[in-house]
């Protein structure tokens, strides 16, 4: 059984830094891509960013383009994603999921991913 826990959320003043973490366990993890996305109170769930199987690519959100880095350590089965220039708009749940294929393709629809995490709440105070 395939299982996601996140962990590294909490408050933050605006311009702050944090770095929440995604452990996996339950299916060779350096065979998918990883994806983060968040939930605001009354928005939708959105794309925040994804990391290839290796690493060595990523994509994200431009809304947090050059703000977020996304990286993972496959030897310890844990996707990270650090937090750098926090503003009170990236208050959300964040999720961590995983893709739904081995494809090579990293996915930015949620639906292309089928185990997520349970979720973490970041809130950054202006």
């Known amino acids: 059984q395939v299982q996601l826990v996140e962990s590294g959320g909490g408050l933050v003043q605006a311009g702050g830094s944090l770095r929440l973490s995604c452990a996996a366990s339950?299916?060779?993890?350096?065979?998918?891509?990883m994806g983060w996305f968040r939930q605001a109170p009354g928005k939708e769930r959105e794309f925040v960013g994804a990391?290839?199987?290796?690493?060595?690519?990523?994509i994200y959100a431009d809304s947090v383009k050059g703000r977020f880095t996304i990286s993972r350590d496959n030897a310890k089965n844990t996707v990270y994603l650090q937090m750098n220039s926090l503003k009170s708009e990236d208050t959300a749940v964040y999720y961590c999921?995983?893709?739904?294929?081995?494809?090579?393709?990293?996915?930015?629809?949620?639906?292309?991913?089928?185990?997520w995490g349970q979720g973490t709440q970041v809130t950054v105070s202006s």
């Open positions: 990391i290839s199987r290796s690493g060595g690519s990523t």
């Open positions: 999921a995983i893709d739904r294929s081995t494809a090579a393709t990293m996915h930015v629809r949620s639906f292309m991913y089928d185990y």
């Open positions: 339950g299916r060779t993890f350096s065979s998918y891509a």
